[in-house]
């Protein structure tokens, strides 16, 4: 019984935000089969709407008083969704409780179907759940270690096929995988492929990362040898992935609030071979942006907390959907969800805010995992509203080969503001709901136009440009005449 215990405690904790599935699972010392942990609280929380809808129903833990409501559950849980039922011996107290009720549970399930036009079980689980079913496995090829084409040779050595990037991704079968046409340090694999015990993961070589969630890092366009931030950063993913884009040069300051978080960016990023992050343990918003160690400053990568509402390849926000259901039913009141969204799109406001005020700020990169207006486009046009020094900058920079771009109504019809910045819907894209906006300092994008834009040197000019590189030359010439 203590397995079950253990998932009721897991369910608890998630539903305080005391972590994620895995983080709790895997930091548990007490469960010894994780992968068994983890799919029993993950197929909780699929049917965690049903569940709670039964236990109500019933009254079962007001009649069985030791019955706490995270362990009913797990274990009704397995009760009425598996065939194995609840595998402890009848014996066991705990179980009598849940076995007493047996047929009403059963009865009320049956109801439920009925109600939600339920052919089978799996009819009676969320839309973000079966959208999750389609999102492939995408694996980002960790440059720092190995290429494209070892790691692409790795796969088809041990009977994976390389085919052509089709069309719909829904494709894609078991041992099959292909590039991804947006970004060229990505692969895509049938969404049944498990890597996490492959070699090549345990090495570094590849990173099991969402395919969205590559985004920030490719926009964010910082050039090898530059300073960099990622403000809110750990586990990590984003700020090695930049370091890769970067080939290890430069330097990347790291920053995260979480001391626990923080040691698990270390490690993950000192397992892809990363040698240019500065881990900081601390709030970006308390940075100086006039530190000298800052001066250089010019990309940031900021993906703050947010609601996670895009997120379906993990189910974590599934402990939130039946409360943000009761709060959209509640008539004439604005539920506790539009009450943390607005708290949410304040502080990610304060976020780039702070960016802003790094002297040589050039490119900040905004991105959540969210579809919600509130912490996406209506963040950028407040942000907007109150600088003269920033604005977006244009497609052309921000990955323009994806074609689902921001919702104009949002920008009062722009669609010039909403081209420039990037969503996507889990459904449609097969990814996680993100978004992602850039925004470049007025003056280097105004820099960078006029020298696109300037008139031919005129003839005067370049006999003028011509002495000084004859200058340049002789003085050339004299260094190397007197260097050892």
């Known amino acids: 019984m203590q397995f079950y215990q253990h998932a009721g405690q897991i369910l608890d904790k998630l539903g305080r935000k005391e972590g994620t599935i895995k983080g709790l699972v895997i930091g548990d010392p007490k469960v010894r089969d994780k992968k068994k942990m983890y799919a029993l609280v993950c197929e909780t929380l699929k049917y965690k709407k049903v569940l709670n809808e039964i236990v109500d129903t019933t009254g079962i833990c007001i009649q069985e008083k030791k019955l706490k409501r995270s362990l009913a559950l797990v274990l009704i849980h397995d009760l009425l969704f598996t065939k194995r039922g609840i595998t402890v011996k009848n014996s066991v107290p705990l179980k009598q409780c849940v076995i007493r009720h047996q047929a009403r549970l059963k009865a009320e399930l049956a109801k439920l179907k009925i109600k939600y036009n339920a052919v089978n079980n799996e009819d009676l689980v969320s839309q973000k759940v079966k959208d999750a079913v389609h999102i492939p496995r995408y694996v ?3 440059l720092h270690k190995t290429t494209m084409e070892k790691a692409i040779g790795a796969f088809e050595k041990e009977g994976y096929t390389l085919i052509e990037t089709p069309d719909d991704l829904r494709v894609l079968e078991k041992k099959t995988f292909c590039r991804d046409q947006h970004l060229s340090d990505l692969l895509v694999m049938s969404p049944k492929t498990d890597l996490h015990d492959h070699p090549l993961y345990l090495s570094g070589d590849i990173i099991l990362q969402d395919k969205a969630s590559c985004f920030p890092a490719h926009v964010a366009q910082a050039p090898e040898g530059a300073h960099a931030i990622d403000a809110c950063a750990a586990p990590g993913n984003k700020t090695s992935h930049l370091s890769a884009l970067m080939k290890n040069t430069g330097r990347i300051w790291a920053f995260d609030l979480d001391e626990r978080r923080l040691n698990l960016l270390k490690r993950l990023t000192t397992k892809a071979g990363c040698k240019n992050i500065s881990p900081v343990h601390g709030s970006f918003l308390e940075v100086d942006p006039t530190d000298p160690q800052y001066a250089n400053v010019e990309y940031f990568l900021l993906d703050p907390s ?11 926000h599934l402990v939130d959907d039946e409360d943000e259901d009761e709060q959209a039913n509640q ?11 607005r708290s949410l799109a304040e502080f990610q406001i304060s976020v780039i805010q702070h960016a802003f005020k790094f002297p040589k700020a050039k490119r900040v990169v905004y991105s959540t995992c969210s579809i919600h207006a509130e912490e996406n486009e209506q963040v950028v046009k407040t942000v907007l509203s109150q600088t003269d020094d920033f604005e977006l900058a244009s497609r052309d920079t921000v990955l323009p080969s994806w074609v689902r771009r921001g919702i104009p109504d949002e920008f009062d019809g722009d669609t010039n503001k909403s081209d420039a910045v990037i969503r996507t819907v889990p459904a449609e894209d097969l990814t996680n709901g993100f978004f992602v906006a850039c925004f470049v300092r007025k003056s280097l994008k105004r820099s960078l136009e006029e020298d696109l834009t300037s008139e031919p040197t005129t003839p005067k000019k370049k006999n003028k440009k011509k002495k000084k590189n004859k200058a340049k030359a002789k003085a050339s010439d004299a260094a190397v005449d ?3």
């Open 331 to 341: 008539d004439g009141q604005e539920g506790s969800h539009q009450q943390r969204l």
């Open 140 to 142: 980002r090829v960790n």
């Open 306 to 316: 947010c609601s996670g509402s895009g997120i379906i390849s993990r189910l974590d």
């Open 482 to 484: 007197i260097s050892p």
